[in-house]
């Protein structure tokens, strides 16, 4: 079984996230949303969008959203069977959390790792 087969998503907070926003947008030109981050489409060697995107987002750091961990940031990893997995790392001891989400953006679970940082699994819909 395949476990991670990518990076979803890099998630962290912000003291200030509308200035450091607009830092990344005005100096390294990523195209910040209103939302607070941007979606990079993923392409092929000759610069063709093909199926994913990887999410970029800076949320505020009073924000709950890596609850219980204390950690800035949080990283999304794409899986191919997150049910599985998630029944492979709670056979091995890891610290999965007990919630799933499946929505129309996919399946979701959460694993904390030894150091205490919230990992994020996700499981794309069909076709992402």
């Known amino acids: 079984m395949k476990r991670v087969t990518g990076i979803g998503g890099i998630f962290f ?8 926003q607009a830092w990344y947008k005005r100096h390294l030109g990523i195209d910040v949303q209103e ?6 489409t993923w392409t092929d060697g000759e610069g063709k ?4 995107t990887t999410v970029w987002s800076i ?5 709950d959203q890596f609850a219980p961990s204390t950690a800035t940031f ?6 191919e ?6 029944k492979v790392l709670r056979e091995e ?3 999965v959390l007990e919630k799933i989400d499946d929505s129309e953006y996919g399946k979701f679970a959460w694993v904390i790792d030894p150091e205490g940082n919230k990992v994020e699994l996700w499981q794309p819909p069909a076709g992402q």
């Open 81 to 86: 069977d997150l049910h599985a997995l998630v």
């Open 59 to 63: 949320g505020s750091a009073q924000g």
């Open 35 to 40: 939302w607070g981050g941007t979606a990079f």
């Open 74 to 79: 949080m990283v999304n990893y794409r899986v």
């Open 13 to 20: 907070k912000a003291k200030d996230a509308p200035s450091l």
């Open 93 to 95: 001891g890891c610290n």
């Open 49 to 52: 969008p093909f199926a994913g």
